[in-house]
């Protein structure tokens, strides 16, 4: 009776299965991200008349230089310091330039406010605006004036810290870099595209 039963799972498991010869393929669909994007974030500092930024009216001037900073990130602070020297300098204007903090779940809001704030104490404080989008964060589809399906950082092409783009006026980025230090080749280009 043993070696019958063993013989039955033996022979009854050579049939578990697919025993179609025909093949079934299903496809996922594709979401691609917007090509024009916009979203709503709060400001870092409460100092202006503005609590929130909405991407879209911010870049609407002209090419903006999107940075995505954390607070724990070095090649980020040496990139701020880098920027806001070219604005001390007039090279770069602060309205083309724009912080948005990567790590809201890992980073606090008062950490973020220690390195780029723009009190004296600040260790690489910004004379630009800085937001603090949620990880949540609707993203806009500028082409529908829809919300998008695809998540803030996908949006964005899951920006690591520093993460550089260039965004124009309509919402499109067109340039990007993932340059960790600062490096004076691409802060050329950066200069040549939002100047």
């Known amino acids: 009776m043993k070696s019958f039963a063993i013989i039955f799972i033996l022979i009854s498991s050579m049939f578990c299965g697919c025993i179609s010869q025909e093949q079934i393929v299903v496809e996922e669909p594709i979401i691609s991200s917007p090509e024009r994007i916009s979203f709503s974030a709060p400001l870092m500092s409460m100092n202006s008349n503005n609590s929130e930024i909405v991407l879209q009216e911010y870049v609407s001037d002209g090419p903006v230089l999107l940075i995505w900073v954390a607070a724990g990130c070095m090649g980020c602070h040496s990139w701020t310091d880098l920027i806001a020297d070219e604005v001390i300098n007039e ?101 040549n595209l939002i100047n």
Not at 129 to 136: A, S
Request: aromatic share 10%; charged share 20%.
């Open 91 to 191: 090279n770069i204007s602060n309205s083309s330039i724009l912080s948005i903090h990567r790590y809201p779940s890992f980073e606090s809001v008062s950490y973020v406010e220690e390195v780029y704030g723009t009190h004296e104490n600040a260790t690489n404080p910004v004379s630009w605006p800085l937001i603090l989008p949620p990880e949540d964060t609707i993203v806009i589809d500028l082409d529908t004036g829809l919300e998008s399906d695809i998540s803030l950082y996908d949006s964005f092409g899951y920006p690591s810290t520093p993460t550089l783009q260039i965004m124009d006026a309509s919402g499109k980025i067109i340039w990007s870099s993932k340059t960790y230090w600062p490096s004076a080749s691409v802060l050329d280009e950066i200069k």
